[in-house]
């Protein structure tokens, strides 16, 4: 069924098709409107699920733990400080392999207050243990969102799925909504292992040990440290478990292709420009610019899949180009952009290796010109051309000062 709705709105009919059946949500903007779409459906008896109303994001989350605990399918989405105010029930929820998903509406984070868009707050919790989807469209929203509970219920890893608020959240596209049969076929009725039951106790998430040790029934448990080490190894095995449910999502509804990234005109590019969420959309057109105006064979990689990072799949994207461009609306403060350096990183081993150059842009909703955009990449397009040692320390795009 195509549809013409905002981005919440998608994210919202996303959720009601994968047949969630707990929705605790406090609201905050430019989030609101996707819980209060899901509490509309719940009220119209559209959504067979519980809606609970918490007092803060905090309780929200505690709220999804406990449902998935008990093995039913949980729901919730938070903005900026929402997300931070998360913070410990983020990585609880991570720690205790919980399945669950989370849509971040991505907004710059007080102070000084702001309501605007970027990615700061998602990228705060980077390093929680969830696995972590940036989106650049409706459409994305909507199918990205429903992969998005089948990955997080095969590995046991929760999910945020981050799209830009008002650039998405607000706006209008059109997108297409699929059959429930189909999103049925897709999506199986949630089974936690580990659901509580009286009848077969289990004791989850107590205080571990430094070392392993051995339990009631004889066997060897892991410590804490082996808890974390099992948690990273199923987070980068959960790559190709995405790549999968991308390929029997195409299957099944015929979209798809480029669940960890996405390359655009990048076959005969000499440079990349490297971006998340709408700012990939965006550089589109600068691209067209360079190589029309200036003769710059130029091409775009959006990066879908943040955490965990594809480093191989990054490098072999980008190994033989010349020079890449990172944008990003994040920083690491006192030292780079965080994109800028997982993508310096995954190309430390090639040889050559292309130069990197780092962009900061948009914070707090600061305008984001095509033509600036144009202008600092094409400038640094001539300088990698001149063989000139790029800078390390990122420049800043749209300062007022």
């Not at 997080?152 to 909504?177: K, N, Q, R, W």
Request: hydrophobic share 40%.
């Amino acid at each position: 069924m195509n549809t013409i709705e905002s981005g919440n709105v998608a994210a919202a009919m996303a959720v009601k098709l994968a047949r969630a059946e707990v929705i605790a949500a406090y609201p905050i903007t430019p989030q609101t409107p996707l819980t209060e779409k899901l509490s509309e459906m719940i009220d119209r008896g559209e959504l067979d699920a519980e809606y609970v109303a918490v007092e803060s994001e905090h309780s929200a989350l505690a709220v999804c733990i406990g449902a998935a605990s008990a093995g039913v399918r949980p729901f919730t989405a938070t903005s900026a400080n929402g997300l931070l105010y998360m913070s410990e029930q983020v990585h609880w929820a991570a720690g205790a392999r919980l399945p669950l998903v989370m849509c971040v509406v991505n907004r710059g984070v007080g102070a000084p207050w702001t309501v605007w868009n970027d990615h700061q707050d998602a990228i705060s919790q980077r390093d929680a243990g969830w696995i972590q989807l940036f989106v650049k469209d409706h459409q994305e929203i909507m199918d990205t969102t429903l992969k998005a509970f089948r990955l997080a219920e095969e590995v046991s890893i929760p999910v945020m799925v981050c799209y830009d608020g008002y650039y998405l959240s607000h706006t209008y596209m059109p997108f297409d909504a699929p059959e429930q049969e189909r999103v049925d076929r897709f999506l199986p009725p949630f089974h936690y292992a580990h659901t509580l039951d009286p009848s077969h106790p289990e004791n989850l998430n107590s205080v571990t040990m430094p070392d392993t040790r051995t339990d009631v029934h004889g066997e060897t448990a892991p410590s804490y440290m082996d808890i974390r080490h099992n948690l990273h190894r199923e987070m980068v095995q959960a790559i190709d478990r995405l790549e999968a449910i991308d390929a029997a999502f195409r299957e099944l509804f015929g979209r798809g292709g480029h669940p960890l990234m996405e390359p655009w005109r990048c076959d005969d590019a000499e440079f990349v420009i490297v971006a998340m969420g709408t700012l990939a959309n965006q550089f589109r057109d600068v691209v067209e610019r360079l190589r029309e105006q200036d003769g710059i064979r130029a091409g775009v990689l959006a990066i879908h899949l943040y955490r965990p990072f594809p480093n191989d799949r990054v490098q072999a994207a980008l190994a033989g180009v010349r020079g890449v461009l990172v944008y990003e609306k994040a920083l690491s403060y006192g030292n780079q952009g965080p994109l800028y350096g997982d993508v310096r990183s995954a190309l430390y081993d090639c040889e050559p290796r292309p130069a990197v150059e780092n962009f900061i842009v948009g914070l707090g909703g600061a305008g984001i010109r095509t033509g600036e955009l144009y202008r600092t990449a094409r400038q640094a397009c001539l300088e990698i051309g001149r063989q000139e040692t790029p800078d390390d320390a990122p420049h800043w795009v749209g300062l007022g000062v």
